[in-house]
């Protein structure tokens, strides 16, 4: 809290007339007694944190890097910063990248340990925030600390928690929501305002989510307050995204974005997994949904006899914020490979749908304690379906774990071999990426079997093909074949496996082409291969063409 905050926080935190107080539980004995019940509220959560932490540390301690973790290791650098500019898929992803850069300077990728440790704390900020932003909703401080507990131990979004890169939004929903907290009060525009205009800044610069959160807050404002701050709230976060979105280097852009009906079905899709992902108890889920259904319904009547009162504003702001959410992550995600119960998209609708919740429940409750202790134990019923889901569970989660072994194999191949430089050999790596890297000890040495160095080898000899081939001769894809440093080899539109002739039926020795990404030319980059396709494809069309010397 600002200095000289304390005055004007003790009369926000009164309720208005007529209102509930902000603890029932302990109201008849007076205020300490709600004080107590207050602070050991707090104290609960504070464990909680400590344990949720320790959890997901120790059921993730198999998680390494994967993908979008590589842009920001080789495409970031902090003595390079218009390389921290660019965008990826759209995103402006300044701060992230360079806390990434940073801890990269001293460990490389020689240890996850310290990137998870920072994604963990940023999952423990936005939890915090989070129970802050329902407190100001006037959610008693027993449900508000249910709610935040379980999404302490939210396995349904584990991604946010456990992958490296996730402090990208994370680090947006922690700065949007403190900035929300800062501007939603009774009072004219002040300093303060340029404060959550700052915080605001944070939040563009972590991710595109950042726009997002400063329209949630700009709609709180302006319900509370009206539309005098908003130059100072909103100001400065829009002229820092206008003037990235126009000065940014190039980078990698934003998927094709989804037609109107499959973004609409895609996004309230989501919303419906926001929902039955808070406890995945679908009777509990149908409670929760008709819970916020009659609270909008009475928010929606009292607002229309009686008027708008200053705590409507928050839960008004992030129930249009969820709807903006879904329709924004329809638009951009609803065409592409991941479905709405992805868990990282499930974390980012819990963000809006669970504060909602808690406040539809403590609308309901308020007055009966009783009911307060039973909201907050629906709420934990969540729990032990989440806990299940912090760890790895299913072939998705594994996926996402990384593969050590295989990036320590492909580094050590890639120098053994010197493969020729200015090719991507795997998901946002380089060639020059791992010759680098495993030059100056970025990458961790390790002991594998052989058939991963062969899985590394099939990996770095072929990238993308650039400019155009030689003579080209079909081969006999059922019969190995051999390919050598400048060859460029082409497949047909149906969809095969190459296999190392050396080893052409283990399963993990194979490369799927055209593949996801739907490439059918690629140039050898190692001195010499020799491949099969396996299992044999009718129809398969194999050629190869090499550059005839002058």
């Given at each position: 809290m600002p200095p000289g905050d304390q005055g004007t926080a003790s009369r926000e935190s009164r309720p208005s007339e007529g209102a509930a107080p902000i603890s029932d539980l302990g109201a008849e004995a007076g205020v300490p007694s709600a004080a107590r019940v207050e602070?050991?509220?707090?104290?609960?959560?504070?464990?909680?944190a400590v344990v949720a932490a320790a959890t997901i540390l120790v059921q993730n301690r198999e998680q390494w890097f994967f993908h979008d973790d590589f842009v920001f290791a080789f495409q970031r650098d902090l003595a390079d910063p218009v390389s921290l500019l660019r965008p990826h898929f759209g995103h402006n992803t300044v701060l992230p990248a360079a806390m990434f850069q940073l801890i990269y300077r001293v460990v490389g990728l020689n240890s996850f340990w310290p990137y998870q440790l920072l994604v963990v704390a940023s999952h423990l900020g936005v939890t915090v925030v989070l129970r802050a932003v329902m407190l100001r909703c006037r959610v008693q401080p027993v449900l508000a600390t249910s709610a935040a507990i379980l999404f302490l131990f939210f396995g349904s979004g584990r991604e946010d928690f456990t992958w490296a890169f996730q402090t990208t939004l994370n680090g947006s929903i922690v700065f949007g929501f403190a900035a929300l907290l800062v501007a939603d009060r009774d009072a004219p525009p002040d300093r303060r305002d340029l404060g959550a205009g700052l915080l605001l800044c944070g939040s563009v610069l972590c991710s595109n989510l950042g726009p997002l959160m400063a329209a949630v807050v700009a709609v709180a404002v302006v319900l509370r307050r009206g539309p005098g701050p908003l130059g100072r709230v909103i100001g400065p976060p829009a002229a820092l995204f206008v003037v990235w979105w126009v000065t940014a280097p190039a980078g990698t852009e934003a998927?094709?974005?989804?037609?109107?009906?499959?973004?609409?079905?895609?996004?309230?899709?989501?919303?419906?997994?926001?929902?039955?992902s808070l406890t995945h108890v679908p009777p509990v889920t149908v409670l929760l949904v008709v819970a916020v259904l009659v609270a909008v319904t009475g928010l929606a009547r009292t607002i229309t006899r009686t008027g708008r009162r200053p705590e409507d504003a928050v839960p008004m702001a992030l129930i249009a914020g969820m709807v903006a959410l879904a329709a924004s992550l329809g638009y951009t995600r609803g065409g592409s490979f991941y479905p709405p119960f992805t868990p990282r998209y499930a974390y980012l609708i819990a963000v809006f749908s669970l504060p909602v919740v808690a406040w539809a429940l403590a609308r309901l409750a308020a007055g009966r304690p009783p009911l307060v202790l039973a909201a907050s134990g629906l709420l934990l019923l969540g729990l032990p379906a989440n806990v299940a889901r912090i760890d790895p569970s299913n072939e998705y989660d594994e996926l996402f774990l990384g593969d050590r072994e295989l990036f320590s194999a492909m580094a050590e191949v890639a120098t053994e071999q010197q493969v020729t430089r200015g090719y991507t050999v795997f998901p946002f790596t380089t060639s020059d990426a791992l010759l680098d890297a495993h030059e100056r000890g970025e990458v961790p040495s390790l002991t594998v079997s052989d058939e991963v160095r062969d899985e590394a080898l099939l990996q770095v000899a072929l990238g993308p093909a650039r400019g155009t081939g030689g003579a080209c001769e079909t081969v006999d894809a059922s019969s190995p074949f051999v390919v050598e440093r400048g060859d460029r080899l082409e497949v047909g539109a149906t969809e095969l496996r190459l296999s190392l002739a050396s080893a052409p039926d283990h399963p993990d020795n194979t490369r799927l082409v055209p593949g996801a990404e739907g490439i059918r030319s690629f140039d050898v980059l190692v001195d010499r291969i020799d491949l099969v396709v396996r299992p044999e494809v009718p129809g398969a069309e194999v050629r190869v063409c090499r550059t005839v010397p002058a």
């Open positions: 602070r050991a509220a707090t104290a609960v959560f504070a464990v909680a998927p094709e974005s989804a037609a109107p009906r499959e973004a609409f079905t895609w996004g309230a899709e989501l919303v419906a997994y926001g929902f039955r």
